[in-house]
Nanobody
Framework: QLHLVESGGGSVQPGGSLRLSCAASGFTLDYYAIDWIRQAPGKEREGVSCISSSGGYTNYADSVKGRFTISRDNARNTVYLQMNSLKPEDTAVYYC?????????????WGQGTQVTVSS
C-alpha cells in the first residue's frame, strides 16, 4: 500500500498557528518533491507550497509568503507545513501530493487531506 497521510489540522483563531505533517507509507519520500495543496468549499484547488526532494528548493503561493514555511525530514519520511499568522481565508482542506519536480504539477501520490479552520 503506497499512500500519504496528512495530520495536524484543526480549528484556530485568526493569528494562530498550526503545523501540518505529511508522512509516506510504503515508499520513501527521498526521491519526491512534495506539494501542499488546499481546497475550500466552492473554490478551486490552490497550490500552497512545494519543496524539492532534497529540500534545497522551496516555493510559496503569494497568499502565504511570509506566513507559511515548508520543510522536510527525509530521515523521518515526513514533510511539514508550518502555518503562522493564520487568516480566515486559509480555511480549507489541505492535501499533500508527491511528484517528480516542483512546478511540474504531476503527482504520483495524494493524501486524503486534513481540515484547517480559522475563525473567531
Amino acid at each position: 500500500q503506497l499512500h500519504l497521510v496528512e495530520s495536524g489540522g484543526g480549528s484556530v483563531q485568526p493569528g494562530g498557528s498550526l503545523r501540518l505533517s505529511c508522512a509516506a507509507s510504503g515508499f520513501t519520500l527521498d526521491y519526491y518533491a512534495i506539494d501542499w495543496i488546499r481546497q475550500a468549499p466552492g473554490k478551486e484547488r490552490e497550490g500552497v507550497s512545494c519543496i524539492s526532494s532534497s529540500g534545497g528548493y522551496t516555493n510559496y503561493a503569494d497568499s502565504v509568503k511570509g506566513r507559511f514555511t515548508i520543510s522536510r525530514d527525509n530521515a523521518r519520511n515526513t514533510v511539514y507545513l508550518q502555518m503562522n499568522s493564520l487568516k480566515p481565508e486559509d480555511t480549507a482542506v489541505y492535501y499533500c501530493a508527491a511528484g517528480r519536480l516542483c512546478e511540474k504539477y504531476e503527482y504520483d501520490y495524494w493524501g486524503q487531506g486534513t481540515q484547517v479552520t480559522v475563525s473567531s
